[in-house]
């Protein structure tokens, strides 16, 4: 059930501010947006660059700030109530594809096409605290393990998932995931189990099992790159979204397709999902739209 839908251009991410009713889209075109998705208008909108795209934009709430990873390999931090950049970083050499803000630590993780991940801590001037070294190829996502704040997940057009301990900086295991690159990755638990999820060019998502780092489920029937992946903590669905336009809707323990969602918007490169609602946010390339999954 669409409940919003805000057309822009091709939007590359979205984030979810916590408490407010807010949606963070980054720009293919270099800009950022906040829109209100209550009152259905734009809250904000500000240009990063000139000319590159922006890939990933993601709101620090405990410092009301949006951190932001674009092409020209900067990471910019803004303050989102004056929109003043507080921080420009000469972070990579290549184009940043994502960016993580850890929970409760001062840290921001950030991808890039230079094939590293580097961590950042704010509380210290934003120095580069560690850099992860091991992908053969651009590395597209990273994601902190919500189960075990030390170490996270990365995917990368190499194939592989890595996964990494932040204090001592050392990779913990790789998995030889798909035969094609991997787009995204996420942790999810269902029971008490832990897992893994995955989303690649080979048109598949697949589900790991974090412990026996074993692959439990591959989902089928995707017919371009999985772009995206969420799995609701509080409810039983993962999504996949693709550049086939459409959002897969899975169940969370027997892995049968429960819907597919076409909105029109073309190819479908972002989620997010809002806390304690049924709600999901899709960035597309024609605009962002709020779903009510049910």
């Known amino acids: 059930m669409k409940e919003f839908v805000q057309t822009s251009e091709r939007v590359k991410s979205v984030d979810l501010h916590p408490t407010k009713p807010w949606i963070l889209a980054a720009l293919h075109s270099g800009n950022v947006c906040v829109w209100d998705y209550q009152l259905q208008k734009i809250e904000k909108s500000f240009k990063v660059t000139e000319s590159v795209p ?153 589900i790991w099992d974090y412990e026996t780092k074993g692959c439990v489920q591959t989902l089928e029937g995707h017919t371009h790159n999985v772009t995206a992946i969420s799995a609701h903590p509080e409810l039983p669905i993962i999504s996949t979204c693709s550049e086939d336009g459409t959002v897969r809707v899975w169940d969370k323990t027997s892995y049968r397709l429960e819907n597919t969602l076409e909105h029109g918007l073309e190819r479908v490169w972002s989620v997010a999902y809002m806390k304690d609602s049924s709600k999901f946010v899709f960035g597309c390339d024609k605009g962002t739209i709020v779903v009510k999954i049910n």
């Open 54 to 206: 922006v890939r990933s934009a993601k709101f620090i709430e405990r410092e009301n700030w949006i951190v932001v990873g674009a092409d020209d390999g900067l990471i910019r931090i803004y303050n989102y109530d004056t929109l003043e950049m507080i921080k420009q970083i000469e972070a990579h050499t290549d184009f940043i594809r994502n960016l993580a803000v850890h929970p409760t630590l001062p840290y921001v993780l950030s991808a890039s096409d230079d094939k590293l991940i580097k961590l950042w801590d704010w509380e210290k001037g934003w120095i580069c605290s560690k850099v992860f070294e091991g992908h053969e190829h651009y590395v597209m996502q990273v994601a902190f393990n919500p189960n075990d704040l030390s170490t996270f997940a990365s995917a990368s057009l190499d194939g592989t998932l890595k996964i990494w301990n932040v204090d001592s900086g050392s990779l913990d295991f790789t998995l030889e995931a798909h035969p094609k690159g991997i787009n995204c990755v996420q942790y999810f638990t269902c029971g008490d189990k832990p897992f893994l999820i995955s989303g690649s060019d080979d048109h598949t998502a697949k």
